[in-house]
């Protein structure tokens, strides 16, 4: 008796899995969350940086995610990457599903949930250099489950492109996408090494400041400044011709104790220049206007908890950094979120 062939296995789809082979919902997700991160990054290789992860591993979960879903996702060539028809769909809903499932997690766990995880905050250089770091100190302290990666630099954050959760930014804040908490306000003072002031008498009004050598802190003033009187409310603009224009709070700190010229700067960062002598605090009752301080993050409809306390913590303790750092000595109020 002829020996019954066995029935031929239907072929199936190279972008086609069968459910019974799917990855588990733990896989998915994490297949879905790479995909977006690749779209938003803009390539594999940021997104492998930004995952902490090798660029064949990123390529190797899109290939899944996309045999998973019968799809293809993006099209990609040697220079450039864009959505399918299917990966714009794709990403969409892929979104609104994660951030669902954050929800739903942070329901099921409670909002008193222990914060956990990494966290990218972008801050000024001087600032997180050191006026920022015991905030700092104190909220990795309280939370030992989570990392910050600490990133300094003053240009404004690109939270999508750069993986950033969170920027503490100094200066108004004119970007509608974004949540701007308001948490602080950063003096400014008038101050010039002994040495620029030689064989000049002590200035008594800003009228005389404006025949002095003037440096620039160019992020937040050029070659015009105003100072406002504490007790009349008068104001008074001084025009000048910097020396030194720069972008960086030290170097301009540097450039004064040296004396290269009269400047406007944070007065936390001069305090101690100003108790050794190296500075001169000049017309003490007229100061420039305080720049705010703003915590600053992408909306979302679901926030992680360590996210959440980060900004809690941050809106408690800044104030009180800089009251010290000033020479205030007492603790500050948070302000009203804007």
């Not at 489950?145 to 404004?156: A, C, K, N, Q």
């Amino acid at each position: 008796m002829p020996t019954p062939s066995k029935p031929s296995r239907p072929r199936v789809s190279p972008m086609r899995r069968s459910p019974a082979v799917a990855p588990a919902t733990a896989d998915r997700l994490e297949l879905m969350q790479t995909f977006l991160r690749i779209v938003d990054a803009g390539s594999l290789s940021s997104a492998a940086a930004q995952l902490g992860t090798t660029q064949p591993t990123v390529s190797r979960r899109l290939q899944a995610l996309e045999r998973s879903l019968g799809l293809r996702l993006l099209q990609r060539s040697t220079h450039a990457m864009k959505l399918t028809e299917d990966g714009a769909r794709c990403y969409e809903r892929a979104k609104e599903l994660l951030a669902n499932w954050d929800m739903f997690e942070a329901d099921l766990r409670g909002a008193g949930d222990e914060p956990e995880g990494r966290l990218r905050v972008v801050v000024p250089h001087a600032f997180g250099q050191q006026l920022l770091v015991g905030p700092l100190t104190e909220f990795l302290n309280r939370h030992p489950r989570v990392s910050v990666e600490w990133l300094l630099y003053d240009r404004v954050a690109d939270f999508i492109a750069d993986g950033i959760d969170c920027a503490i930014h100094v200066g108004e804040v004119h970007d509608p996408g974004v949540v701007a908490v308001r948490v602080a306000e950063v003096p400014r003072i008038v101050v010039a090494a002994p040495s620029v002031l030689a064989g000049v008498p002590m200035p008594a009004h800003p009228d005389e400041l404006a025949r002095l050598p003037w440096l620039s802190l160019r992020t937040f003033y050029r070659n015009e400044v105003s100072l406002t009187h504490v007790d009349t409310g008068e104001v008074q603009p001084i025009v000048f011709h910097p020396r030194l224009s720069t972008d960086s709070l030290y170097a301009l700190r540097s450039a004064a104790v040296n004396g290269l010229g009269i400047c406007v700067a944070s007065s936390w960062v001069l305090q101690e220049d100003i108790m050794r002598g190296r500075l001169l605090h000049l017309v003490p009752r007229w100061q420039a206007a305080p720049l705010p301080m703003y915590l600053v993050y992408p909306y979302a409809r679901f926030y992680p908890a360590r996210l959440r306390a980060f900004v809690a913590l941050m809106r408690e303790t800044i104030p009180a950094a800089l009251a010290v750092a000033t020479g205030e000595g007492e603790k500050k109020k948070p302000l009203p979120v804007r």
